[in-house]
């Protein structure tokens, strides 16, 4: 399984079993994704609801693997807080110029 980015910032899914037919998903809402910096170590994603939710970026899930590192903007997302290496935050607002 692998997933890609569109012109539009949105994520594509592709899938393949042995022999089998390679298959295309998007999904139904408004989802962005923003490429992640170098030295992003993971996001808190602050909602609309005041629930928070913390996320890891990753280089890769296991020998020989890569994983695409994206932010992934959603409709119900009110603020997102990137933080790198450093301990350093960045904040980003969906709506934005700054997104």
Same mark, same amino acid.
């Given at each position: 399984m692998a997933c890609l980015r569109s012109v539009k910032k949105q994520p594509l899914y592709f899938a393949l079993q042995n022999?089998?037919?390679l298959r295309?998903?998007?999904i139904n809402r408004q989802i962005q994704?923003?490429?992640?910096?170098q030295d992003d170590v993971y996001? /808190?994603?602050?909602y609309e609801d005041g629930k928070?939710?913390?996320e890891e970026l990753y280089y890769g899930q296991s020998f020989y693997s890569q994983t695409g590192r994206y932010i992934q903007v959603?409709?119900?997302?009110?603020?997102i807080t990137v933080y790198?290496?450093?301990?350093n935050?960045?904040? /980003?607002?969906p709506g934005t110029k700054n997104l």
């Open positions: 022999q089998g037919p295309t998903f998007a994704l923003l490429p992640a910096a996001i /808190i994603y602050e928070k939710r913390r959603d409709k119900h997302v009110a603020k790198n290496t450093a301990g935050p960045r904040t /980003i607002i």
